[in-house]
Nanobody, 113 residues
C-alpha cells in the first residue's frame, strides 16, 4: 500500500522559515512531485512542482522568490523550503504524486503576524 508522508510543519512568526519534507511509503519517487495547500474555507491550490530529475520546477506566483522546491532521490524525499513566511501562507500543505494519484495526509503550517 502506497502513501505519502509530509513532515516539517509547525507554527512560526511572519518572516520565519520552515522546511517541509515529503517521503513515500511503498514507492520510489521517480516522477513529478507537487505541493498543494489548502487554507480554511478556501480551495486547494497549487504551490510548486519538481520533475523527476530536479527539472521542470514551477511555483505559484505568490511564493516565487520565497519558496524553494528540491529533491534528493537518494533519500527518496522531496523538500519545500519556505522562507519569509507570511500569514497568508497559513494552510495545510499536501504533497502529491500525479502519476500515481497519491496524496499525503498533510502537514499544518501556521504563520502568525
Amino acid at each position: 500500500q502506497v502513501h505519502l508522508e509530509e513532515s516539517g510543519g509547525g507554527s512560526v512568526q511572519a518572516g520565519g522559515s520552515l522546511r517541509l519534507s515529503c517521503a513515500p511509503s511503498g514507492l520510489t519517487f521517480r516522477n513529478t512531485i507537487m505541493w498543494f495547500r489548502q487554507a480554511p474555507g478556501k480551495e486547494l491550490e497549487f504551490v510548486a512542482q519538481i520533475g523527476s530529475s530536479g527539472d521542470r520546477i514551477q511555483y505559484r506566483d505568490s511564493v516565487k522568490g520565497r519558496f524553494v522546491i528540491s529533491r534528493d532521490n537518494a533519500k527518496n524525499t522531496v523538500y519545500l523550503q519556505m522562507n519569509s513566511l507570511k500569514p497568508e501562507d497559513t494552510a495545510t500543505y499536501y504533497c502529491h504524486s500525479p502519476d500515481g494519484g497519491y496524496w499525503g495526509a498533510g502537514t499544518q503550517v501556521t504563520v502568525s503576524s
